[in-house]
């Protein structure tokens, strides 16, 4: 039991660093994109508007690469070849 309270923590720990990964590489993608006047502290609007497209456009993307790759499983489920492991 106390094994497999270890390997959870583990799996926790792994997925956040991994989420805050991806979550850092997105605002800084974001930045660099959109953020180009440093004359001010706060956001242009043209630079607000910029963002809020490169992070849609980025949760559209991912949610499509996963809708696809559930697609693609059970194809391959369904055929007899599920991925190995599984």
Do not use: H, W
Not at 3 to 18: G, N, T, V, Y
Not at 22 to 29: E, F, H, M, P, T
Not at 59 to 66: A, H, P
């Amino acid at each position: 039991m106390q094994e497999q309270r270890e390997l959870q923590s583990r799996l926790e720990k792994k997925q956040m660093k991994d989420f805050m990964g991806v979550y850092s590489r997105l605002v800084q993608r974001c930045f660099d994109d959109c953020v180009n006047d440093f004359t001010s502290k706060s956001l242009l609007p043209k630079e607000e508007g910029c963002i809020m497209r490169c992070v849609d456009k980025y949760f559209k993307g991912t949610e499509r690469l996963q809708t696809r790759f559930q697609e693609l499983n059970a194809q391959m489920v369904q055929q007899g070849n599920a991925l190995p492991g599984r």
